[in-house]
T-cell receptor, first 113, second 115 residues
Framework: ETGVTQTPRHLVMGMTNKKSLKCEQH?????MYWYKQSAKKPLELMFVYSLEERVENNSVPSRFSPECPNSSHLFLHLHTLQPEDSALYLC????????????FGSGTRLTVV | AQSVAQPEDQVNVAEGNPLTVKCTYSVSGNPYLFWYVQYPNRGLQFLLK??????LVKGSYGFEAEFNKSQTSFHLKKPSALVSDSALYFC?????????????FGKGTHLIIQP
């Protein structure tokens, strides 16, 4: 375990469903991130939270809605997704400053049918 | 803006031979540089980082990387490859003083070590 836990590990959902992905870290980090990993594409940064406030949203469609209730938890709420949203969704955390890099969770494999 | 290029989609190396996975970067100022490894259906695992100091950085599992500022490169190397090194490798950059800005990753290089 890396210290960043993502649940569920796998999720299959219909296009009309609403679901949420959860990420939890107990590393004392101040920043948390959602990344999308699709086949044959670079990792795409979706959302950045620093000290529980969103600081970056890389033009992600509104069908993805993040929530960061405290520095240890991060959610990604999903609704009316499209099949092309099927991907591995990775959560990461880091110290806000300093070059420590990120600690990643194992990801949630999402399939939209 | 910051960017990373990994010019090879795949690198094939025979077991026991040295391996190199290439990475070049672009940032406005000074970089923090990272290598991560990903095994199937898993998240990214940290291998090593360059922050400051010696240009040759040693990391996990016998890997090392050399920071070359003039060539803006940070190639990953290992003297003797193992079959278990087969995985997807990502180079990443973050500009010094970038605060909570996200790391920018390359598209990844599949490393295949043949027995």
């Amino acid at each position: 375990e890396t210290g960043v836990t993502q649940t569920p590990r796998h999720l299959v959902m219909g296009m009309t469903n609403k679901k949420s992905l959860k990420c939890e870290q107990h590393l004392g980090h101040n920043a948390m991130y959602w990344y999308k990993q699709s086949a044959k594409k670079p990792l795409e940064l979706m959302f950045v939270y620093s000290l529980e406030e969103r600081v970056e949203n890389n033009s992600v469609p509104s069908r993805f809605s993040p929530e960061c209730p405290n520095s240890s938890h991060l959610f990604l709420h999903l609704h009316t997704l499209q099949p092309e949203d099927s991907a591995l969704y990775l959560c990461a955390s880091s110290q806000e400053t300093g070059g420590y890099g990120y600690t990643f969770g194992s990801g949630t494999r999402l399939t939209v049918v | 803006a910051q960017s990373v290029a990994q010019p090879e989609d795949q690198v094939n190396v025979a077991e026991g031979n040295p391996l190199t996975v290439k990475c070049t970067y672009s940032v406005s100022g000074n970089p923090y540089l990272f290598w991560y490894v990903q095994y199937p259906n898993r998240g990214l695992q940290f291998l090593l980082k360059y922050i400051t100091g010696d240009n040759l950085v040693k990391g996990s599992y016998g890997f090392e990387a050399e920071f070359n500022k003039s060539q803006t490169s940070f190639h990953l190397k290992k003297p003797s490859a193992l079959v278990s090194d087969s995985a997807l490798y990502f180079c990443a950059v973050r500009e010094v003083g970038g605060g909570a800005d996200g790391l920018t990753f390359g598209k990844g290089t599949h490393l295949i070590i043949q027995p």
